[in-house]
């Protein structure tokens, strides 16, 4: 079996750009329950690089800018963020999907993006995000859970 490693990335002084981080963290423990590993990289992409092994099914949670509703969750194959990885870029000239794309091409798994309201210098959410922060946990967990049922299924 697979390990599936959720990786939540983004800065916390940035406000929404740490949405990933802030997700992870906050669904760390119903993840163990499952035999899901956790790790909240923020914006050490190269300890994030390292904890992905070989065989591992990958699934990055980080902010994104899509002009989409604030809050809103989308889940795409990892190999189609590796190849328009432009659209996903922050405030890194160098990305975690850079690092992937250029050192480990065939990383299985999945992106998952939450569409973020305001990046910037600041330690807290936008107020948008707070106000969804739960619905935002329990739809990003659900969408992990169904890839890992997806995976078990296969």
């Known amino acids: 079996m697979k390990r599936i490693l959720v990786i939540g990335i983004g800065s916390r002084i940035m406000r929404d750009d740490g949405i990933g981080s802030r997700v992870v963290e906050a669904i760390e423990g119903r993840l163990r329950e499952r035999d899901i590993t956790p790790f909240i990289g923020e914006t050490d ?3 994030c ?3 992905i092994e070989p065989d591992d ?3 990055i949670v980080d902010a994104m800018a899509q002009g989409q509703e604030t809050g809103s969750v ?4 990892l190999s189609s963020a590796l190849n328009d990885r432009s659209k996903f870029r922050t405030q ?3 990305s975690l999907l850079d690092l992937i794309a250029l ?3 065939n990383t299985e798994g999945y992106f998952i993006g939450i569409q973020a309201a305001e990046i ?3 330690f807290d959410l936008s107020k948008s995000l707070k106000e ?3 619905q935002i946990c329990t739809d990003v967990l659900n969408r992990v859970l169904t890839i890992k049922e997806e995976t078990d299924d296969a």
């Open 45 to 47: 992409l190269e300890c």
């Open 49 to 51: 690089f390292d904890e």
């Open 57 to 59: 099914l990958v699934i």
């Open 74 to 77: 989308d889940v795409m194959l």
């Open 92 to 94: 890194h000239e160098f």
């Open 103 to 105: 050192h480990a091409p």
């Open 120 to 122: 910037g210098f600041g």
């Open 132 to 134: 969804r922060f739960e």
